[in-house]
């Protein structure tokens, strides 16, 4: 069985910083910035322990109380957007 992909940051193009609880993120290269909810920030947190996707989603549901489908599916949707934006 293959190695599930793991998430890293794009060093040194992309950097971080929390700013009054939301986490601002730069990329360097393009000069887009993003900003994300402390939702977002616990994926970004798990990205940066180079967590694999399912390994991000077991995060989430255990962090987060709602609807299971709900909480992947809205995680998986944020991998994929900053899959996208590099």
């Known amino acids: 069985m293959a190695e599930p992909e ?3 940051i794009n060093r ?3 950097i971080h910083e929390v ?3 939301e986490l601002v993120i730069v990329n360097l ?3 887009a910035y993003y900003s994300l909810d402390p939702v977002g ?4 947190q798990e990205i940066e322990r180079g967590s694999s996707e399912a390994e991000i989603v077991a995060e989430m549901l255990a962090r987060f109380e709602g609807d299971a489908g709900v909480i992947e599916e809205g995680a998986r949707a944020l991998l994929a957007e900053l899959r996208r934006e590099d």
């Open 41 to 44: 920030t616990v994926v970004w």
């Open 6 to 8: 793991r998430f890293r």
């Open 29 to 31: 290269r393009n000069g």
């Open 19 to 21: 700013l009054d609880g």
């Open 12 to 14: 040194p193009d992309v």
